[in-house]
């Protein structure tokens, strides 16, 4: 018989140099298109599971949530929306009469914003329609500034809190702590009774007002009342002074 050859995988190394490079070759890890495939399919698996257990947690969240809270959920979305839509028309309104009107029209939009502006930042009176809230028994800061926060997200225009004897006009840089008697609304102590003016749409007010878990919720688990009530007139006198240049 014949001698055969050695494969060529098996032939020794001539040098040195050759025996180097060959052991560093087997021991350098080897890629191929299956381990690459295999490698994206982990990462993919990774981020459909990470996104499945994120999902599943806000759906238990909502499945444990009553009929009622969702529906008020839906509404309050609904009307904050519908504000927003009402807002943007008439916002662009005016930009349409400042841009292509008459000098007349364009005076009046001024002045129409900058009453506006006079009554958000609370250095003007304000009277219109909206809903007077009275508060008895148990009241803390905490709760009153969830109620506020509830108000300004449905559209108050102004804002007024009092007791008997004192009224204070909330805006922007309002702060609020608990007192013995009652609560702190910027460092002036009212005691409780107090009541809540607020100018905008009755409609959308109460609704934030009753939200499941809200004020009249909250103060009345803790033994107090909340009543509410529309109003074509509320006025609300308080004012800020506007500070000295």
């Known amino acids: 018989m014949g001698m055969h050859s050695a494969p060529r995988r098996y032939r020794p190394a001539r040098t040195s140099a050759e025996a180097r490079y060959r052991l560093r070759r087997s021991l350098s890890p080897q890629r191929n298109s299956t381990q690459l495939l295999i490698t994206v399919l982990f990462v993919i698996l990774g981020f459909t599971l990470t996104a499945a257990i994120a999902g599943s947690g806000d759906d238990s969240i909502l499945a444990n949530a009553r009929q009622s809270d969702l529906v008020s959920l839906l509404d309050d979305l609904a009307q904050r929306e519908a504000r927003l839509e009402a807002e943007n028309t008439r916002l662009e309104d005016a930009r ?19 009453d506006a502006l006079g009554v958000l930042a609370g250095s003007e009176a304000a009277v219109g329609s909206g809903i007077e809230i009275t508060i008895s028994g148990n009241l803390t800061a905490t709760t009153l500034i969830d109620a506020l926060q509830e108000i300004r997200d449905a559209g108050a225009t102004a804002i007024q809190i009092s007791d008997p004897n004192l009224a204070i006009r909330l805006v922007a840089n309002s702060w609020f702590s608990d007192s013995a008697s009652g609560v702190t609304v910027s460092g002036t102590a009212l005691e409780v009774p107090i009541k809540i ?8 007010l109460k609704p934030a007002i009753e ?29 800020v002074p506007l500070p000295n240049s």
């Open 96 to 114: 349409e009469t400042l841009l292509g009107g008459d000098e007349y029209s364009a005076l009046n939009e001024a002045k129409r914003r900058a």
């Open 211 to 239: 939200i499941p878990g809200g004020l009249i919720d909250t103060v009345g688990s803790g033994g107090g009342q909340v009543v509410v009530e529309d109003s074509e007139n509320v006025e609300i006198t308080a004012i």
């Open 197 to 204: 003016s607020v100018i905008g749409d009755p409609a959308v």
